[in-house]
């Protein structure tokens, strides 16, 4: 046994043959008013750079070089300690973020 079909709420909404142009528009008390520009100009602020752009790739280099030279130096020299290890994968995520920063 098939269920009963359910009623649809849809149908047309206004009555049949009106048009856009007919459509009776409320108008507020209140006038809308456009803002005015401004007859000044403002330049935008320039953000100020704390590392000069031609550091950045120096910077990144050094540090993925000095994490992957303290992890090698976890597996030479301290090999009862991880915290070598923490370090230079520090050092290399610094590398990484200073990647990013470089344009």
């Known amino acids: 046994m098939a269920p009963p079909k359910r009623k ?8 049949k043959g ?18 005015t520009a401004s007859s000044r100009y ?5 953000k100020r750079e704390l590392v000069p752009p031609h550091w950045i790739p120096i910077i990144m280099v050094v540090l993925l070089i000095a994490g992957g030279l303290m992890i ?9 300690s991880n915290i070598p290890t923490l370090i230079g994968l520090g050092c290399i995520l610094a590398g990484l973020y200073t990647a990013t920063k470089w344009r």
């Open 72 to 80: 090698m130096a976890r597996y030479l020299f301290f090999t009862d």
């Open 18 to 35: 009106t048009r856009p142009e007919d459509r009776h528009v409320q108008n507020d008390d209140q006038p809308h008013h456009a803002a």
């Open 42 to 46: 403002t330049p935008k602020a320039t």
């Open 8 to 15: 649809t709420g849809g149908g047309r909404v206004t009555p």
